[in-house]
């Protein structure tokens, strides 16, 4: 977004509401009147802090009173160059392809600082490589059976796909269909009407790699930008609906992974959030007793 004027103190402009997104994504926060689209005093301060540290104005200096188009310039380097973070060798970037439908509606931006958690999912899909036809997924990553990794939404955006942990997560899709729990097909979720059952797939390495990569690289991300990813969770804590959601095998080749390599928590033995249901024992052999 780059504007041809100066906007001045009282403006009402769609530039101003994304200028208040970009300053919220940044970690200058706007408590009082978050993205209002209105140019008020709490977001002149918060662009004139933005604007100190790029050394584009001396902090003696009287605070802002309009937005320029060098500014917004400034705003929209920063904003790129926050995604950017990590590093990941074979990342597939469809964030600017596609109109992010599935973005919160109550909470679309956030902090950096606000992201503390990572949900994993199994798609009970094939959705495929192509990344075009991810599109409609309203989740941060999808990771194929081939081992691509697809980015459709940034970090400090709120997708629509755990429930209550949406505002903390971040999200990443595994293609497939995968039994609740290894060993015992009936755990499979079926899709209705299919002329014959699905039968439970594997996991291929190149796929449980490429997840883990992905983890990696938000943990990092996150840290860069002076945020800390602690936890991670399956779906199935926030949604009792999401019973084999992602299922033993990937909960054993990711979720205890990144607990025993990077540290992270699954919040317990009896953690759920919102109607979702704890982590069975025949996840994680620590929670005896805890039923599927
Ligand atoms: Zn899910």
Redesign the pocket.
């Known amino acids: 977004m780059a504007i041809q004027a100066p906007l001045s103190k009282g403006s009402q402009d769609p530039n101003i509401t994304v200028v208040q997104q970009q300053l919220i994504a940044l970690g200058y926060g706007l408590p009082r009147f978050g993205a209002d689209g209105v140019l008020g005093d709490e977001t002149l301060y918060a662009y004139g802090v933005f604007l100190v540290s790029q050394g584009l104005r001396a902090p003696a200096d009287e605070s802002p009173t309009s937005i320029t188009p060098a500014g917004t310039a400034a705003l929209d380097m920063a904003f790129a160059a926050l995604a950017q973070g990590g590093d990941i060798a074979n990342i597939i970037d469809e964030r600017a392809n596609h109109p992010h439908s599935g973005r919160s509606v109550s909470m679309p931006y956030r902090l950096w600082s606000q992201i503390t958690a990572v ?1 994993l ?2 798609t009970a899909a094939k959705i495929g490589e192509k990344p075009a036809s991810w599109h409609s997924v309203p989740i941060h990553f999808g990771i194929t059976r081939a081992g691509k990794v697809i980015q459709l939404y940034d970090l400090t955006e709120v997708c629509n ?2 429930n209550g942990l949406n505002r903390r997560s971040v999200g990443i ?1 595994i293609d497939g269909w995968y039994a609740g729990i290894e060993g015992k097909p009936k755990t499979l979720w079926q899709p209705k009407n299919l002329p014959t059952p699905r039968q439970p797939m594997d996991l291929p390495d190149v796929q449980a790699t490429a997840v883990r990569a992905t983890v990696q690289w938000i943990l990092n991300t996150v840290a860069v930008n002076g945020g800390t990813v602690t936890h991670i969770h399956p ?1 199935r804590q926030s ?1 009792k609906d ?1 019973q084999s ?2 299922g033993s095998l990937i909960w054993q080749a990711v979720g205890l992974w990144a607990q025993n390599t990077l540290g992270l928590s699954d919040g317990g033995r009896e953690f759920t959030v919102g109607d979702g249901l704890v982590i069975p024992e025949a996840w994680d052999s620590r929670y005896i007793g805890n039923r599927y």
């Open positions: 949900v999912h199994q796909h755990a899709e779906h949604s999401r959601d992602p």
